[in-house]
């Protein structure tokens, strides 16, 4: 992974020296909360329902075992012994004190790690595919594009007070574990001939009014990609809305100029920047920065591995767990392995301290210090010989890290919610637990197949309901808590926003119409094997719309 | 309003003059870019030095024929959140090469000084920060990631050169 | 986007809450001006008199940050649209976390 030089470390400590000064003028009194609050957000400070809440940005999901370690450090020593991990594949410590927060950030950067730019109106973490450098399936490592993004848009003068927040994804796979259709700006790594290039998305995104994104470049060969971010920045920056907080992102932008109009604002920005203008991005940086993710040299194994097999043979519950949990890595031998953060009835997304410490051990162990963070909040370990495995499996099962259930119905997005989160309108984290005990059971969920529940408790849709193929969105009827089920949502290469299957429904009622659906399901499939968002796509919503709403 | 320049407080000889408002005896004023645009060369104000308050939705671009006999730009930062004066001011110092004083009015904050200087920025003008504020503003970071308006030597160009 | 919250009408009975600027903890105004940690503590405030205390909570920003009105009974329970917002303000979130949230 890629490490910083002095460069990037003197900036990172240089950043923490501001937010402290800032912070002691806020809490001297020389500086008011409403010029704070910007400068708070953009190092990750929320105010939430109990307490500050501190966002710390994870690059593009990347942790090694030295990082992950510092985090649990953390969160034992600052928060209450736990972090959850989010949709953009950062972290959030929900306890810390602003006070403490800018020793907190230096803790952070002694391990090359930082707060910077995880909210406010500026670019946020660049996300990206959690399996890079690892799958089987991706065109090349979209991570050094991610990496030279990073620093790209880290600390850019001119785009720092955007019309609203602005993210940014990348794929190199044809299928894509990045949801790049749902962002600012998607970019797809592809190749011509043997020029590496990005295909463009823009204006894709959730929320209020969700929307997949137009692709407004075919190709966009890598020399120029920075300047071409450039030009969709600055047309943004001039020309987004500032009349209305849900009206200002890209997207609207996009669909109120129209694909076309905004697509030639933007080569016309791109044809008018002059040559002392242009980035110029140097060949040697590319390829510095590229050689970080050129590891780890794995030694050549055979792609079967006996003691794998024998295991599997052995132990039900890793035969079970290896079903489902794994990934096909590049290289024979090896595989990704997802760590689940969704045990049953538990807390989607969290990690206890205790926890993180056994993922970074075994990271450092059999991982070659690789660990990443996915958008669908849990952990992969990208690089694992087939033959450690299984001890792997034991030391993730007593740490209750091996529930076998990686994109599976309980496998859920779930957003913090009214339990935590000062824009919720619903709880989330207690109607995934709900659900999931409806189908605790692992035939049950094996024999349902791949399956993405998405909960979010407000419009905001941090839980990413819109792309679920059942979303859940929380809203609020005149205090009480209410539930909106959708249909048809897809984050992936057909990405599509979810349909809303009928009026909502009170928590009570939620995991009846889940399991309404769900037999629905099961009774049309052509067979076993036809996935419910496949099923659904070819039978359509009536027959699940009538399974929920039977009882009216 | 104290104004602030090269590290200094400075004198400001310029008055703007609001729309609605006729300029009386002032020698060196500053108008909105519409009226500057029409009026530029009306008697009583083609006789004065002229400046122009570019208003964030307004287009630099309008005032590219006119960068050589302008001494002053101000952009108007009427509320610190809308960001549009920092593309204001990278297009016309690097884009249209404007080299007289590129000037930060209205709701300007202490914190925002450091990347309004890398905008393109050398005066400031506002209630919100005072000069020992701007001098730290702008001592926080040596170094950047990005060109910019500043001649500051970008990461990547110093790492080219090792 | 913290604090818009419902706007109360002047008679409707009203706490104070806010957070701890250094903390981040959730407080309620007492009685007499001061802040608890505790919503059984809260002062209850109407008409001219709430507006006073809700605008010298604004001017505390070294103490507390963010204040804004709570409905409350008469006798200091707290009710209306936003009960469960502050009951889970006052009690913590609904689900047990970290340790005690597992499920081994």
């Known amino acids: 992974m890629y490490r910083y030089d002095e460069f990037d470390a003197t900036l990172v400590n240089e950043r923490v020296s501001q937010f402290r000064g800032q912070v002691a003028r806020r ?262 920065i590229t050689a970080y993710f050129s590891g780890p040299d794995l030694p050549a194994r055979p792609s079967r591995s006996k003691a794998f097999d024998d295991a599997r043979a052995a132990d039900p519950g890793f035969d079970q767990w290896a079903s489902v949990n794994l990934q096909p890595h590049k ?7 997802t760590v689940s953060l969704k045990p049953i009835g538990g807390l989607a997304g969290d990690a206890t301290t205790e926890q993180m410490m056994v993922i970074a051990d075994l990271a450092e162990t059999f991982g070659h210090d690789d660990i990443r963070v996915s958008h669908a909040q849990n952990i992969v370990l990208p690089h694992i010989a087939l033959d450690d495995l299984h001890a792997i499996y034991q030391q993730l099962d007593q740490a209750g890290l091996a529930t076998a259930n990686e994109s599976l119905i309980t496998d859920m997005i779930v957003c913090p919610g009214l339990d935590y989160c000062n824009l919720a309108n619903a709880r989330s984290i207690p109607v995934g637990q709900d659900i999931q005990k409806v189908f605790a059971d692992p035939a049950y969920q094996r024999d349902i197949g791949k399956l993405h529940i998405n909960i979010s408790g407000c419009i905001n849709a941090c839980g990413h309901h819109h792309v679920g193929h059942i979303g859940i969105l929380g809203v609020d009827r005149k205090g009480q808590e209410f539930y909106q089920i959708s249909l048809g949502g897809r984050a992936d290469e057909k990405a599509a926003i979810g349909e809303i299957a009928g009026k909502a429904l009170s928590q009570e009622e939620i995991p009846a119409a889940i399991k309404q659906i769900i037999e629905t399901y099961r009774s049309h499939r052509l067979t076993k094997d036809e996935r419910f968002i496949d099923t659904l796509e070819r039978i359509g919503h009536t027959p699940f719309k009538e399974a929920i709403y039977a009882a009216d | 309003m104290p104004l602030i320049k090269n590290n200094q407080i400075a004198e400001n000889i310029w008055t703007y003059i609001p729309d609605d408002e006729p300029p009386t005896t002032e020698s060196h004023i500053v108008l909105d870019l519409e009226r500057f645009l029409s009026e530029r060369q009306q008697q009583d104000i083609s006789n004065r030095a002229l400046a122009v308050r570019l208003a964030p939705a307004d287009d630099p671009e309008r005032l590219r024929p006119y960068l050589d006999e302008l001494d002053l730009i101000e952009v108007d930062f009427p509320k610190y959140a809308d960001g549009r004066g920092f593309s204001h001011a990278q297009l016309l110092r690097r884009r249209y090469g404007y080299r007289g004083e590129l000037r930060a009015v209205g709701e300007v904050l202490r914190d925002q000084i450091l990347y309004m200087h890398r905008s393109g920025f050398d005066t400031f003008s506002t209630t919100r920060a005072d000069l020992s504020d701007v ?19 970008t990461v990547f160009g110093i790492r080219l050169k090792r | ?79 209306g649209r936003e009960t469960l917002r502050e009951n889970i303000r006052s009690n913590g979130p609904t689900v047990a976390y970290g340790k005690a949230g597992q499920t081994l």
């Not at chain 1, 290289?331 to 392995?337: E, I, K, R, V």
């Open chain 1, 331 to 337: 290289h024979a031998g090896y595989t990704s392995l």
């Open chain 2, 135 to 153: 001098m730290a503003a702008l001592d926080e970071f040596s170094l950047s990631y990005q060109k910019a308006a500043d001649t500051r030597e």
């Open chain 3, 1 to 79: 986007m913290t604090s818009v919250r419902p706007k109360l009408k002047p008679e409707t009975p009203k706490a104070v809450t806010a957070w701890d600027t250094q903390t981040g903890q959730t407080v309620w105004m007492t009685p007499d001006g001061s802040w608890s940690l505790s919503a059984k503590d809260l002062g209850i405030f109407v008409g001219d008199a709430a507006e006073a205390k809700l605008s010298a909570a604004r001017g505390q920003e070294n103490k507390v940050t963010d204040p804004y009105f709570m409905e409350v009974t008469e006798n200091g329970t707290i009710c």
């Open chain 1, 27 to 288: 809490l001297a009194g020389s500086l008011l909360e409403d010029e704070f609050k910007p400068l708070r957000l953009q190092n990750g400070v929320y105010l939430q329902m109990h307490a500050y809440m501190l966002r710390v940005a994870i690059p593009y999901g990347q942790l090694g075992s030295t990082q992950l370690r510092r985090l649990a450090e953390i969160s034992e020593k600052y928060d209450r012994g736990y972090g959850h991990f989010t949709t953009r594949q950062n972290i959030q410590f929900n306890w810390v004190e602003l006070k403490d927060i800018p020793d907190i950030l230096q803790d952070l950067a002694e391990v090359e790690m930082h707060a910077i730019q995880t909210s406010g109106n500026c670019i946020r973490n660049v996300t990206s595919d959690h399996f890079a450098g690892a799958t089987a399936d991706e065109l090349m490592d979209p991570r050094p594009w991610c990496e030279i993004i990073r620093q790209w848009s880290t600390f850019h003068p001119e785009f720092a007070f955007l019309p609203r927040k602005f993210k940014i994804a990348v794929t190199a796979a044809e299928h894509d574990r990045a949801a790049i259709r749902v962002h600012d700006i998607g970019l797809h790594l592809k190749k011509r001939g043997e020029t590496i290039g990005f295909e463009g998305h823009v204006g894709g995104g959730q929320g209020r009014t969700p929307v997949i994104a137009t692709k407004v470049s075919e190709f966009v060969p890598e020399s120029e990609i920075l300047d071409y971010l450039e030009a969709v920045m600055r047309v943004y920056n001039r020309f987004g809305r500032r009349d209305n907080k849900y009206k200002a992102r890209i997207k609207i932008l996009v669909s109120e100029t129209g694909a076309e109009e905004f697509s030639r604002l933007v080569e016309a920005e791109y044809a008018a920047q002059s040559p002392h203008e242009k980035i110029a991005l140097p060949v040697t940086e590319i390829e510095r």
